[in-house]
């Protein structure tokens, strides 16, 4: 359950430096560091809860075994990543 949650709330924090970003309420830089820091964070987590699994086998079933909330987070940071780079 908390998982979801934490899910869910990473989700809303990508969404709101997008929209936050957009509006020129954030800095350029600022919104990068945010996404890159937020989706590394969110892999280590996605990381710890496979922790049965050795380093390899982890890293391969996040893209092969996905939860719909983590490729969310990292469309979302891609989003504003690209949009960084167009400014």
Excluded: H
Excluded at 25 to 47: E, K, R
Excluded at 52 to 62: L, S
């Amino acid at each position: 359950m908390f998982g979801k949650i934490l899910s869910v709330l990473t989700i809303g924090l990508m969404a709101a430096v997008l929209v936050l970003f957009e509006l020129g309420q954030i800095a350029a830089g600022d919104a990068f560091f945010i996404a890159a820091a937020v989706v590394a964070v969110f892999t280590g987590q996605q990381l710890i809860a496979r922790e049965n699994m050795g380093f390899a086998q982890a890293a391969a079933a996040i893209f092969t075994r996905p939860q719909a909330a983590y490729f969310a987070c990292v469309a979302l940071a891609a989003v504003v990543t690209a949009q960084v780079l167009v400014v």
